[in-house]
Nanobody, 123 residues
Framework: QVQLVESGGGLVQPGDSLRLSCAAS????????MGWFRQAPGKDREFVAA????????FYADGVKGRFTISRDSTKNTVYLQMNRVKPEDTAVYSC????????????????WGQGTQVTVSS
């Protein structure tokens, strides 16, 4: 059974950095893609970034490109989201998800989800 557990969220100030982790277990993830999504209060869930587990190819939403970096450590079965120069509009619950095949920016393509971690950016 696939399990995803996020960690690393918290309260940070604008301009700060934060690294989220997503520990994956339950199967071999070669041939899978991992994605990060976020949902702010009153808003729809939105795509943040995705990575192809085997090749490391990365994809980003326009709003985070150049500030956020997604990476994976195959030895630890963990995916990271490095968030730099955070802004108040980055405040949301961040969730990781996984799917077989290539990455997707649409949340419904991902059948497996973590519980989410809260990121709050405020001065």
């Amino acid at each position: 059974q696939v399990q995803l557990v996020e960690s690393g969220g918290g309260l940070v100030q604008p301009g700060d950095s934060l690294r989220l982790s997503c520990a994956a277990s339950g199967r071999t993830f070669s041939g899978y893609a991992m994605g990060w999504f976020r949902q702010a209060p009153g808003k729809d869930r939105e795509f943040v970034a995705a990575i192809t587990w085997s090749t490391g190819d990365t994809f980003y939403a326009d709003g985070v490109k150049g500030r956020f970096t997604i990476s994976r450590d195959s030895t630890k079965n963990t995916v990271y989201l490095q968030m730099n120069r955070v802004k108040p509009e980055d405040t949301a619950v961040y969730s990781c998800a996984t799917k077989s095949g290539g990455p997707s920016s649409t949340s419904y393509a991902y059948p497996y989800w973590g519980q989410g971690t809260q990121v709050t950016v405020s001065s």
